[in-house]
């Protein structure tokens, strides 16, 4: 049997401006962004550059879910975004106004430091050791 994660879903207040901070700030790849006018909604997906693995659903959150916008996973870190070169990313990140609630540090794994998206989701940048 083989099986792989292929989305993630990521409940979000509006499309476009998601699609702005993470395709605009993080330099992520828009990979679909299909109107489903039978729903009134989007199918949205995001991926980091240079990925083929998971990408992320971009779900607009309907009435009564605005409550999970930017608190999927209850405060902790919710995504974890490897790089193969954490300075780059980190300095490219912080120019852009990405907001880091955790600078970086060195651990036995690899680099790391926590950013929060424009929702307050948590992600770790880390680049892991080889």
Avoid at 83 to 110: C, H, L, M, W
Wanted: glycine content about 8%; aromatic content about 12%.
């Amino acid at each position: 049997m083989k099986q792989r994660l292929t989305h993630i879903a990521l409940v979000v207040a509006d499309y476009d401006e998601a699609i702005s901070f993470y395709c605009q700030k993080l330099g992520f790849d828009l990979i679909a962004d299909e109107a489903q006018p039978k729903e009134d909604k989007r199918w949205v997906l995001v991926r980091p550059p240079g990925g083929d693995g998971c990408s992320i659903l971009l779900a607009k959150a309907r009435v009564g879910q605005e409550h999970a916008v930017g608190d999927q996973c209850a405060g902790r870190v919710f995504l974890f975004l490897e790089t193969d070169d954490f300075d780059r990313d980190f300095q490219r990140y912080v120019s852009a106004g990405v907001n880091f609630i955790r600078e970086p540090k060195t651990e036995a794994y690899g680099t790391v430091a926590v950013f929060e998206d424009l929702y307050g989701n948590l992600w770790d940048l880390v680049e892991f050791t080889k």
